[in-house]
Nanobody, 113 residues
């Protein structure tokens, strides 16, 4: 079973950018859909973005135009480029195949001045 480890989170000012990485322990070539979820305290966990093996993407309305998901099958890595960050983007971000059956540690993104 492939495991995923998120990294790249941190503290950033509003309007700033971060790129999250999701390193898989094995091949992601055959995984149909990979995605990023996030959860903020007191809020429901939500799907932020996903990408299929064929490169089709989905974005939540709240991040559309600001976030970009990509996958590098050769590197077994999924990325989430986050631009024009807002305080409401503050959350713990998780990466995994979709649907997600187990949740890792995630990486914390905090957007604050």
């Amino acid at each position: 079973q492939v495991q995923f480890v998120e990294s790249g989170g941190g503290l950033v000012q509003p309007g700033g950018s971060l790129r999250l990485s999701c390193a898989a322990s094995g091949s992601i070539f055959s995984i149909a859909t990979l995605g990023w979820h996030r959860q903020a305290p007191g809020k429901q966990r939500e799907l932020v973005a996903q990408i299929t093996r064929g490169g089709f993407t989905y974005y939540a309305d709240s991040v559309k135009g600001r976030f970009t998901i990509s996958r590098d099958n050769a590197k077994n890595t999924v990325y989430l480029q986050m631009n024009s960050l807002k305080p409401e983007d503050t959350a713990l971000y998780y990466c995994n195949k979709v649907p997600i059956s187990n949740w890792g540690q995630g990486t914390q993104v905090t957007v604050s001045s």
